[in-house]
């Protein structure tokens, strides 16, 4: 009912920028709180940032002063800014969104995308 795709990874060198995008498509009726999160191989899934319905962000501390997060209501989408990479920077990012759906009940579900990679040369 509901997808998220996110676009935008690539290689960057380190300093470099990127941006990602993550569309919502489906049967949306509302989009509450949006995320990142990023994964790199052999470490856990964590939190880059989130941003609210009303556009009020949060970010983790190995991000905060390079990274930033907004998102477009009318077009469902979020998106990161990612300036001054580092090589550990590197990893899939994910999108999530807590969405409610059209109906009679509405329900609130919490959707991820698929990861697109970002890979920050040294």
């Known amino acids: 009912q509901v997808q998220l795709v996110e676009s935008g990874g690539g290689l960057v060198q380190a300093g470099g920028s990127l941006r990602l995008s993550c569309a919502a498509s489906g049967s949306i009726f509302s989009i509450k709180a949006m995320g990142w999160y990023r994964q790199a191989p052999g470490n856990q899934r964590e939190l880059v940032g989130t941003i609210n319905s009303g556009g009020s962000t949060n970010y983790a501390d190995s991000v905060k002063g390079r990274f930033t997060i907004s998102r477009d209501n009318a077009k469902n989408t979020v998106y990161l800014q990612m300036n001054s990479l580092k090589p550990e920077d590197t990893a899939v990012y994910y999108c999530?969104?807590?969405?409610?759906?059209?109906?009679?009940?509405?329900?609130?579900?919490?959707?991820w995308g698929q990861g697109t990679q970002v890979t920050v040369s040294s």
């Open positions: 999530t969104a807590d969405i409610q759906i059209k109906g009679h009940w509405r329900p609130v579900s919490n959707y």
